[in-house]
């Protein structure tokens, strides 16, 4: 995936969460460190950009990228 690609993902995201008036941090066990443990809350900026990096992996991988 393109740099370009990902910084646009990134700010449409954070455009996403100042528009709807979500808060980017969750509560305060949200860790950072630890992204690969599903069970932590990460917070909703991070929640979200996990969730599109692993739709874009799933359609990379079946090679429907967009």
Do not use: P, Q
């Amino acid at each position: 995936m393109e740099i370009s690609r990902i910084l646009d993902i990134i700010i449409n995201v954070i455009k996403f969460i100042g528009k709807t008036g979500f808060s980017y941090r969750g509560n305060l066990n949200e860790a950072a460190y630890s992204l690969e443990n599903e069970n932590i809350d990460h917070g909703n900026f991070l929640e979200i950009i996990l969730l599109l990096f692993t739709i874009n992996m799933t359609r990379f991988k079946k090679n429907i990228w967009i």
